[in-house]
Nanobody, 117 residues
Framework: QVQLVESGGGLVQAGGSLRLSCAASGSTFSTNVIGWHRQAPGKQRELVALISKAGSTNYADSVKGRATISRDNAKNTVHLQMNSLKPEDTAVYYC???????????WGQGTQVTVSS
């Protein structure tokens, strides 16, 4: 069993920055790949970024150049640094984990990010 606890959300002005954190506990095999997704009101949940235990990363086009995902394997914690935030980044951000890129069944409870214009 895997538990994911997100933190770091909040209200920020456009152009500002936020750092989201996801602390994972439980099976380390089941947290080989950890990612962030987000869901804005009335929209589908979308992938923001992924990172493997080896450090390989993937980003959505919408955040490339503005987001950096990083990982501390010793603490099984993943961070998402978001810069140059835009109002369209407003969403609930969810941490997600699994054993592979295609099998990630574990979700956190989400943290709200609101970007004001």
């Amino acid at each position: 069993q895997v538990q994911l606890v997100e933190s770091g959300g909040g209200l920020v002005q456009a152009g500002g920055s936020l750092r989201l954190s996801c602390a994972a506990s439980g099976s380390t095999f089941s947290t080989n790949v950890i990612g962030w997704h987000r869901q804005a009101p009335g929209k589908q949940r979308e992938l923001v970024a992924l990172i493997s235990k080896a450090g390989s990363t993937n980003y959505a086009d919408s955040v490339k150049g503005r987001a950096t995902i990083s990982r501390d394997n010793a603490k099984n914690t993943v961070h998402l640094q978001m810069n140059s935030l835009k109002p369209e980044d407003t969403a609930v951000y969810y941490c997600n984990a699994g054993s592979t890129y295609n099998i990630r069944p574990y979700w956190g409870q989400g943290t709200q990010v609101t970007v004001s214009s």
